[in-house]
């Protein structure tokens, strides 16, 4: 019975009151009995680990979201950025992704329904072509969506973004003569089309905010947007991103 009355004790006690109160005899023991104690009941290590665990993770979403609100008018009001939607939105979603990522693929027709079902919302897509380095066709895919854009705007852009994902050519199976067929399809001018880097900012910003893969996903009011009212989404977390839009939406 002592080995369960003490520890309870102890933590019963006030705040101030620690074990420099006993000897240093009565502290050897107290330890004993509460390793004790913890040895025989460790659902109460997992129980701690756990909490610590959970507030770890806030602390980090926490240090996220502030870095996402500090940069706030780049991801929502790049000029040269895709977007499909209401330019003065009060709803954003703020993708990140590499055509060349599986999970974004398994996403995408997830958020071209939601285009469809929020049409009030508007979704601004970073072209990040974090896999550039191993598979050269996810830089061009990123130059061309961001070509077409400039080019022919918004709706070419979508029919461009969806297209290259309804092939399901992706983890290196996508290729430069797929990428220009679609941006033929989307209506886009070959002859006109030039290679740019602007891409770079955006891996630049997906680092910055502390993102280690793709996709990775920001919901946030244009207007008013705190630490309570952002949502990061990283992953194809499909019921994260669904739960966050109808939150905002309300």
């Not at 996403?107 to 009030?120: H, L, R, S, T």
Request: charged share 20%; net charge positive.
């Amino acid at each position: 019975m002592k080995k369960i009355i003490v520890p309870l004790a102890l933590l019963a006690m006030p705040a101030f009151a620690t074990t420099a109160n006993f000897t240093p005899e009565q502290q050897d023991k107290i330890g004993e009995i509460a390793a004790q104690y913890l040895v025989e009941h460790p659902e109460f290590l997992i129980q701690a680990s756990q909490k610590l665990q959970q507030q770890q993770l806030e602390q980090q979403s926490n240090s996220q979201k502030k870095a996402i609100l500090a940069n706030k008018d780049i991801l929502l009001n790049d000029p040269l950025t895709p977007f499909i939607g209401p330019k003065d939105a009060k709803i954003n979603v703020v993708e990140f992704f590499d055509y060349q990522c599986i999970y974004c693929y398994k996403i995408a027709p997830i958020v071209e329904k939601m285009q469809n079902n929020y049409p009030n919302v508007k979704f601004i897509f970073k072209e990040t072509p974090i896999f550039g380095n191993r598979w050269e066709p996810s830089k061009y895919a990123a130059q061309m969506g961001l070509a077409i854009f400039a080019q022919k705007g918004s709706k070419a852009y979508g029919n461009y973004h969806n297209g290259v994902y309804s092939t399901g050519l992706n983890e290196g199976k996508l290729t430069k003569m797929v990428i220009d067929q679609q941006a033929k399809s989307a209506g886009m001018d070959m002859s006109k089309f030039s290679v740019t880097e602007s891409y770079q900012k955006n891996l630049q910003l997906f680092s910055q905010l502390g993102f280690k893969g793709t996709p990775a996903l920001v919901v946030m009011p244009s207007k008013g947007a705190t630490i309570n009212n952002t949502y990061v989404i990283n992953g194809a977390d499909v019921d994260g991103l669904a739960n966050a839009i109808k939150t905002l939406t309300k």
